[in-house]
């Protein structure tokens, strides 16, 4: 399942359309924040969709029965894009527990590239709902590849995406690879260049939240 999460008009466009915006991306603390505010939204979104379980709550003035979490979701990331995104989501699963991958594309001398994972921290995942963050969900190669890692820490009993700018080649590779996930995207876009950059897209998401880096 996609939920494109601009399908409808919501303050979420804004946002969207600021981190397009080649004018305001030299304002790191913006897009950061704007990245923050679709992770915050999709945490919304994603938690309706969630088990609940009622519980009494004592008030001063007597029991309320209300509906709450059953259990906390495990927040996951790709280093280092993705941590605004995570703070998002965070932000809302504030009990969650965490992980973090480091995965980055390993170009080749041709202009091809690999996907390469260097460091995991994760809980055990079994039985647990996981919802992993990445802001742009281009070729789909360093997800899936991240999800497979992370299955080694056991079976979710869901996985859910979030990502801010998503084209329609990564999510159907994704979907191909991880049939029952639900991915939830702040826009989709439908072109892929040979380099494996969104277009229209907004750029590189990591440098424009921290600052370029050296190409390894």
């Excluded at 304002?27 to 309706?48: Q, T």
């Excluded at 280092?80 to 170009?107: E, M, T, V, W």
Aim: aromatic share 6%; charged share 25%; proline share 4%.
């Amino acid at each position: 399942m996609v939920i494109n999460l601009s399908e409808h008009y919501s303050l979420l466009s804004d946002w969207v359309a600021e981190m397009r915006s080649v004018d305001l991306q030299a304002d790191r603390m913006r897009f950061r924040r704007n990245l923050e505010r679709v992770g915050e939204v999709a945490a919304l979104e994603i938690s309706k969709r969630m088990t609940t379980e009622a519980k009494e709550i004592q008030t001063p003035l007597g029991i309320s029965v209300c509906n709450v979490l059953k259990e906390q979701p495990v927040l996951a990331t790709i280093l280092r894009a993705g941590l605004p995104l995570h703070q998002g989501l965070l932000n809302y699963f504030d009990r969650a527990d965490n992980a973090f991958i480091s995965a980055y594309r390993k170009h080749n001398r041709d202009g091809s590239f690999e996907i390469s994972l260097e460091y995991v921290s994760c809980p055990d995942l079994e039985g647990r709902v996981v919802i992993v963050s990445d802001p742009m969900l281009a070729t789909g190669s360093s997800l899936v590849k991240t999800i497979n890692y992370l299955r080694e820490e056991g079976k979710p009993a869901h996985i859910h995406v979030v990502a801010a700018i998503a084209c329609t080649v990564g999510i159907e590779y994704v979907h191909r690879e991880e049939p029952l996930a639900t991915i939830w995207c702040g826009a989709i876009d439908e072109e892929l260049t040979a380099k494996g950059y969104i277009v229209p897209g907004l750029g590189d998401a990591g440098d424009l939240a921290y600052g370029a880096k050296v190409q390894i």
